[in-house]
C-alpha cells in the first residue's frame, strides 16, 4: 500500500489519477467482434460465446423451465434477502417520480414537462468471478418504475449453458422481461444491434470487464445510448482519529477484491491511522478467499495524510470517487461540503455494502474521475422529458415582437415571418 504524507495541492492532479491502460489493440479487437455481430446476428454470438465462455449454446433465450428451475435452486433465504432489498430499492427510487408542473411564463405562454419512459433498455449484467445479481436489482427495479415496456438483459452462461440462478431468480423479482445468454463486446453488440432473437434497445446499462466498456463506448458513438462512462470500480474512505479501524480495513479490502484494476483510496488527519489501517488490512486480507485480486489492486492504493479536515474534503472532491465514505465525529458537516462523489456512505455504520445491495439507493455508479460531471443510475436514467408549450393570442402579443426582433438580429427571415404571420392574423 502506498503511504503519502503532506503531498502539496500541486501534486493532486497526479495523485488522484487512475491507473492507466492501454487500449488501442483492444479497441480493434471490440470493433472486429461488432462488425462481426452486426453483420451475422444470433450465428456471430454464439460464436463468441464459445471462443470466449468456452459453451456451445443451441440456443442464446433463457426458456421457462430455466426459470422454475433457477427457483428450485436458489435457498428461500437467498430469495427473502433479495426480496429485501429489491423492496428498498423500489421504495428509494418510487420517491424519484418526476412531477411537473405547469408554468406561464408570460400570459398566455404556458411551458410544461413530463416524463416519458425509454421504451427498450438493455442491462448488461457480467457473470465472471463474480456473478453480479444484485446489478439486476440495481438497474431492472427503476426501469420497471419508469414504465419501459422491454426491459431486456444479457449475461453469460456458465460451461454447461446455465445462467447463475441467482441472476433469474433477481430477474423474475425486478420484472426483467427477456433473458438471454450473451456475455462480455457480444452482448453489447446484440443489444444495440438487434439479432434474430436479441431486441435492438434504445439504451444499454451495466458494468463489466474493458472490453464491455470499450463495446459500450463504441456503439454510444451512432448506434445507442448508455448509461454511463465507466472503468474499474473504487472508493474513497476519509477517517480521523475516532474511526474504527476494523472497520476501515473491511471497507478498503471489499472494494480491493472486485478485481485488480480497482482502487482503495485512504485520506486521514492522522498519522497513526495509517499505521493501524495498514496493519489491519494485512491481516484481514490474510482471510479472504479472493486475496490474491485483493492484494492486486491494493498495489494501486493509496493511503493519504493531509493536514486537517478542510484538505481532506479538499482532495476527496479532486478525486471523485465512486463511493465515498467518511468515519469521521463530524460526518454531517463534511457531508455538507461534498461536491464530486458517486454515493457517499456517514458514519461508522454506513459501509459500502450497504448501498452495494440492500439499503436502497443505487450501486451504478460513475468511476474514473467521471463523478464530477455525471450522475449515478436513478429513475431519470430511464425516462426521457418531453417539453411542452402552449400560446394563446394574448401570449402571441406578449412575446411575438421580441421574437421577430431575436430572430432578425440572427438574420433567420423564415423564423421571423413564423411568428409575424401570427402577429398580422390577430389584427
Known amino acids: 500500500m502506498n503511504i503519502i504524507r503532506y503531498p502539496e495541492k500541486s501534486e493532486w492532479s497526479k495523485l488522484v489519477e487512475r491507473p ?38 443451441p440456443s442464446i ?16 433465504e437467498l430469495k427473502e434477502a433479495i426480496q429485501l432489498a ?38 448488461y449484467i457480467p457473470g465472471g468471478t463474480a456473478p453480479l445479481f444484485s446489478t439486476v436489482l440495481m438497474l431492472a427495479t427503476p426501469a420497471k418504475i419508469a414504465g419501459c415496456k422491454d426491459i431486456v438483459l444479457c449475461t453469460p452462461p456458465n460451461r454447461e449453458g446455465k445462467v447463475n440462478p441467482a441472476i433469474l431468480v433477481a430477474a423474475r423479482i425486478a420484472g426483467v422481461n427477456k433473458i438471454f445468454k450473451a456475455g462480455g463486446v457480444q452482448a453489447i453488440g446484440a443489444m444495440a444491434y438487434g439479432t434474430e432473437s436479441v431486441p435492438k434497445v434504445y439504451k444499454i446499462f451495466g458494468p463489466g470487464n474493458q472490453y464491455v466498456m470499450a463495446a459500450k463506448q463504441q456503439v454510444s458513438l451512432h448506434d445507442v445510448a448508455i448509461d454511463m462512462p465507466a472503468g474499474p ?51 484481514q486480507l490474510e482471510l479472504l478467499p479472493r486475496k490474491e485480486i485483493a492484494a492486486k489492486a491494493l498495489e494501486n492504493s493509496r493511503l493519504v495524510l493531509v493536514h486537517d479536515r478542510k484538505e481532506a474534503i479538499e482532495l476527496s472532491n479532486a478525486y471523485a470517487p465512486e463511493h465515498l465514505i467518511i468515519q469521521t465525529a463530524d460526518y454531517e458537516k463534511l457531508a455538507e461540503k461534498v461536491i464530486n462523489a458517486g454515493s457517499v456512505f456517514l458514519g461508522e455504520y454506513a459501509c459500502e455494502s450497504a448501498g452495494d445491495y440492500a439499503s436502497g439507493t443505487n450501486h451504478t455508479l460513475p468511476t474514473h474521475g467521471y463523478a464530477t460531471a ?25 412575446i411575438g415582437r421580441a421574437v421577430e426582433l431575436m430572430a432578425a438580429a440572427e438574420q433567420l427571415d423564415a423564423h421571423k415571418n413564423a411568428m409575424t404571420v401570427r402577429i398580422n392574423s390577430l389584427k
Request: aromatic residues 6%.
Open 233 to 283: 470500480s473504487e472508493v474513497c474512505v476519509i477517517a480521523d482519529e475516532t474511526a474504527n479501524i476494523e472497520f476501515i480495513a473491511a471497507d478498503l479490502l471489499s472494494q480491493a477484491e472486485h478485481g485488480i484494476d480497482s482502487q482503495v483510496f485512504l485520506i486521514t488527519t492522522s498519522e497513526q491511522v495509517i499505521l493501524d489501517v495498514q496493519a489491519e488490512v494485512n491481516r
Open 20 to 57: 492507466h491502460l492501454d487500449v488501442s489493440q483492444l479497441n480493434e479487437t471490440v470493433a472486429a467482434v461488432l462488425a462481426d455481430i452486426k453483420k451475422r446476428g444470433d450465428d456471430a454470438v454464439k460464436g463468441y460465446e464459445l471462443k470466449f465462455d468456452h459453451v456451445d449454446l
Open 374 to 398: 455525471y450522475s449515478g443510475v436513478n429513475l431519470d436514467s430511464y425516462c426521457r422529458k418531453v417539453t411542452f408549450q402552449h400560446l394563446t393570442a394574448e401570449g402571441i402579443q406578449n
Open 86 to 123: 429489491h423492496d428498498n430499492i423500489l421504495a428509494f427510487h418510487e420517491s424519484q417520480r418526476f412531477r411537473g408542473k405547469k408554468v406561464e411564463t408570460r400570459a398566455g405562454v404556458t411551458c410544461w414537462q413530463k416524463s416519458v419512459a425509454i421504451e427498450k433498455v438493455g442491462l
Open 61 to 76: 433465450v433463457v426458456t421457462d423451465e430455466e426459470m422454475q428451475e433457477a427457483e428450485t435452486i436458489v435457498s428461500q
